[in-house]
């Protein structure tokens, strides 16, 4: 069972939720947190230890031979993305541009662009008692997530995975969202958290599920998320100073602030429910 733990916008709750849950529930039942934030991983900032390799992410791109290559010009006309780029008597190819679709090497009529492999980022992870903690990490300055999270998704293969997704409704939260049993949408009472939220609705929606929503920092209301709220059960987290200092330290809260724990009991319960 796979879930996910997403939000419209960063900075609403989302590894707060996602580190505390799989906390709560490794008590009962051996659990992996999966960090699928792979531009910015922070979950194993809450569980500081001994972290291994588990492989490096590669993927492919066009490499182009000079000595086969007659100059036609047609690589750059296929390449949707301007990856590749035939000027000055060379070709060019922008690795971090590529989308790794074979266009060009497949298309060239000399066989002067074969694709070869890259790194692009690192899966790790560390285990604590019945919790795994499984990071998905890009390399700085690669552009593309999708990869990274492929293969992170791909070493996940417990009977209970939480996964704290990439923010917003883009390409990288959507492939954490398709392959989830339950996605758990978390706000905050803003302008802002609203807006978002109404697009990560549309998203989940448009899987043919609906989320489980949690609104955090729960404390003066937003009429128009109350509103929009109306419809669905949601699962609310006071805004608790405690809280949020023991968060902005790196460490779990939820045994210490127990308006937490109630939350995360509520929450588990709903989940559970959902898929019984
Ligand atoms: S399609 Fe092949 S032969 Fe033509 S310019 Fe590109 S690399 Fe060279
Ligand atoms: S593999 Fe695809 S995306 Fe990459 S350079 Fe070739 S045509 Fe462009």
Known sequence: MRIAIASGKGGAGKTMLATNLAHY???????????????EPNSALFFPGEYYDVRRVTRKYPEWNSDACTRCGLCGEVCAFHAVLPVAGEVVVFERLCHGCHACSELCPTQALPMAARGT???????????????GRMDVGEEQAVPVI????GEAKAELVIIDAPPGTACTAQKVIETSDVTVLVTEPTPFGFHDLTLAVALVQKYGREPLVVLNRDGDPYGPLAQFLTGFEIVRIPDDRTLATLYADGRLAWEHVPALENALKNLAQRIFHEKT
């Open 25 to 39: 529930l490794s008590r009962q039942r051996p659990v992996t947190l999966l960090d699928c934030d792979v531009e």
């Open 121 to 135: 980022g690192t899966i790790r992870q560390a285990q604590f008692n019945d919790l795994r903690v499984i990071e």
């Open 150 to 153: 492929d293969a992170a998704l």
